[in-house]
């Protein structure tokens, strides 16, 4: 998920040897047979889980890694020794076992882990990592819209995102010593959605965004030579507070999203059952927000309904409703770094939208029980209930997970500094599959 940039001294320098340390122990980076592998779906047994660290988000790292450990090894990627110390005595003070956490090295490190790598698996148990293209969640174009005809501001917005990190994916295969399976396709792991046996789950304004000029028969043919893959199902969008990076939803709503990641709005919980947001539909009736989300999320209902899996068997596809719309009021800020600064400013829309410092918007979170992790006999979801959302709805949302993950326990972190910035607990987590022959 988009966030905030790290500080840069001596980056390339340690870019250089963290990315050769790690490909120093990856397998021979041979194009696998994608025929021979196979996208493995969240609920699937996982060897691990990684992820990140950052100091805006301490408090909600701890309780992923408290919550997870019981169940599954965990492994973080930091950006250098000091972030290495300052998680180990952060995770020791939330009762996680620290000396049962792998740390690994990387100075890219993104703290949403999800967005890093996607796994596949292969013949004897052996990991590949899909090695997709990278552009910060289509920064390009983002910055082209807003700066239009001003080619210098273009080219200053689209340089603040380091191409660098399209070397992430390599590095966690190197440190995993997997093989890497190679795609034109530019895409983060929040956008990809599989069910394991052969399906994918695409929305196609995100897939568009981050592969402009190609058709979508194109990029049908590009995902089904992803490994494992022979279905594609294409749903048309997203949340609407999920919008690419900075970006009015409608009226003065805002927010700071993805542009679609498919792990806000429609998952697997099995081969064949998919579960899909749904808003409210009173607060539909009464909040714009919800009112495109409404419409949105009926039309994928709608196109999920007659869609089958890769066997041609009918899919399940359950509500799960929506959180209450969290939402404050912001005041755009003086013209600032257009990407990365926390604060907003006039820069983040574009100038027909005719946004002047002062102004005050209503950012609206990236708010979703969709945004939930599996990990082996723990399924974690964020918790709503601190930030307005009835019981009732929470409680209800506990029923279907209990339903449709039997088994498991259904445990709540609140998320809600993450929603704020378009991550949550799937996001800031990746699961690496177990071995399976």
């Not at 969709?370 to 979801?381: H, R």
Request: charged fraction near 25%; glycine fraction near 8%.
């Amino acid at each position: 998920m988009p966030q905030a940039r790290p500080p840069l001294p001596n980056r390339r320098h340690l870019l250089a040897l963290g990315t050769a340390l790690a490909s120093s122990c990856a397998l021979p980076q041979r194009q696998i047979d994608p025929s021979q592998y196979r996208m493995t779906a969240d609920f699937e047994p996982a060897a691990a889980i990684w992820l990140g660290h950052d100091q805006g988000h301490r408090t909600f790292t701890a309780a992923l890694a408290g919550v997870l450990q019981p169940h599954v090894r965990l492994r973080l990627l930091v950006r250098d020794e000091a972030a290495a110390t300052d998680a180990r005595t952060l995770l020791a003070g939330a009762g996680v076992r620290v000396d049962e956490v792998d740390i690994h090295l990387e100075p890219l490190a993104l703290y949403f882990m999800r967005d890093v790598a996607v796994f596949a698996t292969g013949p004897a148990g052996e990991l590949a990592v899909i090695d997709f293209g990278w552009n910060y969640y289509g920064l390009p174009g983002w910055c082209q819209a807003r700066h239009a005809g001003d080619s210098e501001r273009v080219a200053a917005c689209s340089g603040s995102a380091d191409a660098a990190r399209n070397a992430i994916d390599r590095s966690v295969a190197g440190l995993r010593k997997a093989h890497l399976f190679e795609t034109d396709l530019t895409a983060e792991g929040g956008g990809i959605e599989v069910n394991g046996r052969g399906l994918i789950i695409a929305n196609e304004a995100l897939v568009r965004q981050r592969n402009p000029g190609r058709s979508r028969d194109e990029l049908e043919r590009m995902h089904l030579r992803l490994p494992g893959i022979r279905k594609v199902i294409w749903l048309p969008e997203g949340l609407a507070e999920d919008p690419q990076l900075r970006a009015t939803i409608t009226g003065p709503y805002v927010a700071w999203g993805t542009g679609g990641h498919t792990d806000e709005f429609v998952r697997f919980a099995d081969p064949r059952t998919v579960l899909l947001a749904w808003p409210d539909e009173a607060e539909a009736r009464t909040h714009p927000v919800a009112r495109l989300n409404r419409t949105r999320m009926q039309r994928n209902f709608d196109l999920l309904a007659r869609a089958t899996d890769a066997e041609g068997a009918p899919l399940r596809v359950v509500k799960v409703p929506l959180p209450k719309i969290i939402e404050r009021r912001i005041f755009l800020s003086a013209t600032a770094d257009p990407a990365w600064s926390h604060e907003w400013t006039a820069d983040y829309f574009p100038p027909h939208e005719r946004r002047r410092e002062g102004d005050a918007v209503m950012q609206v979170a990236s708010a979703s029980y969709l945004n939930f992790v599996v990990a082996n006999g723990v399924v974690v979801l964020p918790d709503y209930l601190p930030h307005g959302t009835p019981r009732a709805t929470q409680e209800r949302v506990q029923r279907i997970f209990d339903e449709v993950f039997p088994g498991r326990q259904i445990r709540f972190v609140d998320a809600i500094g993450a929603n704020w910035v378009a991550g949550g607990p799937h996001c800031a987590t990746l699961n690496e599959p177990a071995a399976t022959a």
